[in-house]
């Protein structure tokens, strides 16, 4: 059973950057999709970033290109979302979330392709 933990969300001004970690319990990770999500207040959770854990190929919502940056660390069996330039519209709760490479095809954009999920971590961005 993987188990996610997601840690690093926060208050911050707009423009401001935040860093969020998900730690991973699976130390087989090299066959894993890896990504990030968020939910706002009455919305749907929406894709935010993707990852390959072996190649480390990546993959973004049109919103936050160019403004957020995902990574993973091996050894640490963490995956990062660096979180630059933010506005106030990114306020939302933050998923990690991870899926075998077998269960769907790259890059994997669809909630519904993710089988394990982190708790979530409130980022909250004032005007």
């Known amino acids: 059973q993987v188990q996610l933990v997601e840690s690093g969300g926060g208050l911050v001004q707009a423009g401001g950057s935040l860093r969020l970690s998900c730690a991973a319990s699976?130390?087989?990770?090299?066959?894993?999709?890896m990504g990030w999500f968020r939910q706002a207040p009455g919305k749907e959770r929406d894709f935010v970033a993707a990852i390959t854990w072996s190649a480390g190929s990546t993959y973004y919502a049109d919103s936050v290109k160019g403004r957020f940056t995902i990574s993973r660390d091996k050894p640490k069996n963490t995956v990062y979302l660096q979180m630059n330039s933010l506005k106030p519209e990114d306020t939302a709760i933050y998923y990690c979330a991870a899926t075998p490479l077998y269960r769907t095809s790259w890059p994997a954009v669809a909630s519904s392709s993710y089988d394990y999920w982190g708790q979530g971590t409130q980022v909250t961005v004032s005007s």
């Open positions: 699976e130390r087989a990770f090299t066959t894993y999709h």
